[in-house]
């Protein structure tokens, strides 16, 4: 038996030597790397903002992961990454959460986006109220008969919970009300257009850049949602984008200069490209 | 059983044998045909003149004046397009309110699809993307925006009982007796002027780097990525996954203890790789801080986790099943039994370990759910060999997942995702052909 716990003495201290070897390592604010996870409604304005810094500053490595917003706040929470993607501002126990680990969160404003309320281009049905979405999603509405379109069950798409834009659509539109059973939970905004577009009775909700030609946007109040609507807050279903660090970045490192870039003329017209609002017109 | 009926049922048995090795392998084709045919065009296309402009102006590849004379000779095709867009224009500041309000988002949708084609229009500011600064760099997707500039794609409702039908209009006929009709024509006629598409061989596809995620270039930070994971994984799991089949097969004996470490082995290999994969992130990430982000390390620990159990049972069977002639007769010669291990049992097993060490590093290379949390993103540079302990890299079969399902231009950029899984593919393939390749030359070595 001496033996047997030798043997797990020698395991022991050789896992804890190992741990110590890596556990020195510092936390995730590294001087020329910058590491981003969160929201897939971000990801596109992070990914391409990414690639314009990474070529400005060749010796720079910007690693994007898209794993929604639940997950970058954790992420950042856990020191996992130096910006967390969201697409919702951060709940109060994600932030007490931050701050118990050390954590202080400071959300950057880096777009303004629309949520678009999706269906089939086939779909004769071009426009609805909140209130109609609203029922659509308890399941009070379940035809599009009821809605001026033909005789068709509505198959309702939705966000899984983890996403940012579930949350905020969940606020915008559902006012508390419970999203009904049948509701299909995908998860991320290219998922819900692929099932919208091959699914001539879906409706779903994406963030506006991803609301591209194969799919119809609906109005909603009669406000079309684009890049007016949006950012003069006519459009009913809008919400800002985040960035959050942890802390305000060091100035004058990779850190800072990434995530001021959404002030710039430049950051703003990368914004505007891929299809989402600026917060500021230069 | 009668003779009779015995012939009956041996035959059933028999056929049903072929029927389902004929099934699987029907299925096979089934699945690999597309995946070859869908892949190939990542690698062989008809390459447009934007897409020599872009290897030459982001990889420094192709004759330059050549690639010159050759946009020189597709601008002077592309003129008249310009020419009827500045016409048109022109009559628009001179038209009546109405009408100029009348034709705006019309005018506008033309010319965006016309800068999508063809690229910025001359004269224009460069923009800040890369994917906009190109027009179409493939014959094939240039032909569907083709289309759409040619075709107003619009659905008809008059039918109210049913969904709309979809009905293509040609624009042509909105702008009939303007100044901008002759674009039609030309573009119809002259596309292929102006694009100048011809055949083009990218084996480079696999060693370029990604431009704008993915949109253009190829896909080496994916394939280092996997190479980097596999071998990482390989070098957790195959030392320790080697010396417990030793412990287990020559040492252990057959007690209740290592009967039920064997039990959990084999149900260790049975868990879901999810399930290793949020085990990776809280362990090795949350709790021991191996990496301070998601690095390629804690995945290929992770990894590690996932393939040992196939390591350790795989390779105790193939110490085990060395004759116990050779151990006795190694014994006999005044052996110790660490040097029989060593010296004959080892070399006299090595076909069966590396047979399931090769197997294991395909599995390591495919897998997807270990390294979401633990590994992977959907943008990176290609890693140097220092910062696999601290970064994350991107890798062949997350990506593929996020091209699939996450990124932005899903559409425009299919190629790039079928490209990915005809290398993944392959690369399995290889590894499992290089297993059997392997066995058999080593086992032919051992027998002398």
Redesign the interface.
């Known amino acids: 038996m001496s033996r047997m716990k030798h043997t797990i003495a020698i395991t022991l201290a050789a896992v804890v030597l190992v741990a110590g070897l890596f556990g020195a390592g510092p936390a995730a604010a590294q001087a020329n790397r910058i590491i981003i996870d969160g929201s897939t409604t971000v990801g596109p304005i992070a990914k391409a903002f990414a690639e314009y810094y990474m070529q400005k500053n060749p010796g720079v490595n910007v690693t994007v992961s898209e794993s929604g917003s639940g997950n970058g706040a954790k992420a950042l929470v856990n020191g996992m990454c130096d910006i967390a993607d969201m697409s919702r501002f951060m709940k109060d126990e994600e932030f007490k959460a931050a701050v118990a680990k050390g954590v202080f969160p400071v959300a950057h404003v880096v777009a303004v986006d629309g949520i678009a309320i999706i269906v089939h281009p086939s779909n004769p049905v071009t426009g609805l109220t909140v209130e109609q979405v609203r029922d659509i999603y308890t399941g009070k509405i379940t035809s599009w008969k009821q809605l001026g379109g033909p005789d068709v069950k509505i198959v309702l798409i939705s966000r899984d919970t983890n996403s940012g834009t579930y949350e905020s659509f969940e606020e915008l539109v559902m006012n508390k009300a419970k999203i009904v059973a049948t509701a299909e939970y995908v998860g991320s905004n290219g998922a819900i257009r692929q099932r919208v577009q091959s699914t001539p009775a879906a409706i779903g909700y994406v963030g506006l850049g991803f609301a591209d030609r194969t799919v119809k946007a609906l109005k909603i109040n009669n406000v079309a949602p684009d890049n007016a609507t949006v950012s003069s807050g006519v459009y009913p279903v809008a919400r800002p984008l985040y960035m959050f660090t942890n802390g305000y970045p060091k100035l004058g490192s990779h850190l800072h200069a990434f995530i001021t870039l959404y002030l710039g003329p430049k950051g703003q017209e990368i914004v505007e490209e891929i299809g989402f609002v600026p917060v500021t017109k230069y | 059983m009668d003779p009779g009926s015995r012939k009956t049922f041996d035959r059933s048995f028999t056929a049903v044998g072929y029927f389902s090795i004929a099934l699987m392998a029907a299925a096979l084709v089934v699945l690999l045909m597309p995946i070859f045919a869908k892949g190939s065009g990542a690698f062989v296309f008809r390459g447009t003149v934007e897409n020599r402009r872009l290897m030459l102006e982001k990889f420094g590849r192709g004759d330059r004046a050549a690639i010159e004379a050759e946009k020189a000779a597709a601008a002077a095709a592309r003129a008249p397009v310009y020419e009827a867009i500045a016409r048109f224009e022109a009559a628009l500041d001179t038209a009546d309110a109405e009408d100029r309000r009348g034709y705006r988002s019309d005018f506008r949708e033309v010319r965006e699809l016309v800068a999508e084609l063809l690229g910025p229009a001359p004269g224009r500011q460069t ?4 994917r ?1 600064q190109y027009g179409q760099t493939r014959w094939d997707r240039a032909s569907v925006v083709l289309h759409r500039i040619l075709y107003v ?1 619009d ?1 008809d ?1 008059s ?8 009905v293509a209009t040609p624009r042509v006929e909105r702008f009939r007796g303007t100044a901008l009709e002759p674009l039609f024509g030309v573009l119809e006629r002259d596309a292929r002027a102006m694009l100048r598409p011809r055949t083009t061989f990218y084996w480079r596809f696999l060693f370029d780097q990604s ?3 993915h949109i253009f270039g190829g896909i080496w930070p994916e394939l280092l990525g996997t190479f980097y994971l596999a071998v990482g994984a390989m070098l957790f799991a195959v030392p320790l996954g080697i010396v417990a089949a030793i412990y287990l097969a020559e040492y252990a004996g057959e007690s209740a203890f290592v009967s039920m470490l064997r039990t959990c082995i084999s149900s260790l290999a049975g868990v879901p790789s999810i399930v290793f994969g949020l085990f990776g992130l809280a362990f090795f ?2 709790t ?7 690095s390629v ?1 804690a995945g290929s620990l992770t990894l590690a986790l996932l393939i040992l159990p196939t390591v350790i049972r795989a390779s105790e069977e193939a110490i085990k099943s060395v004759p116990v002639a050779y151990k006795e007769a190694a014994m006999s010669l005044g052996a110790s039994r660490w040097r029989s291990i060593v010296t004959v049992i080892l070399p006299a097993a090595l076909p069966g370990v590396l047979t399931s060490v090769i197997i294991s590093m395909g599995r390591a290379a495919g897998e997807t759910a270990p390294i ?2 633990t590994a ?6 290609p ?1 140097a060999i220092w ?1 696999t302990l ?5 890798a062949l079969p997350w990506n593929i997942y ?1 091209l699939a ?4 231009a ?2 425009e950029i299919r190629h790039v995702q079928y490209g990915m899984v005809l290398t993944l593919v392959v690369l399995v393939l290889l590894l499992n052909l290089a297993a059997i390749v392997l066995r058999a030359r080593v086992s032919k070595k051992l027998r002398g």
């Open positions: 923009p800040v993307l890369i906009d794609e659905y409702y039918d109210a009982t049913k969904m709309g039908v979809k431009f704008d995620a990430i949350n021991l801080r191996v990496s301070p982000s998601k390390l979401i949390f992977a993103v959907s943008v990176g540079k890693l910062q601290s970064q994350p890299t991107p996020n399902t996450e990124h932005e899903v559409d």
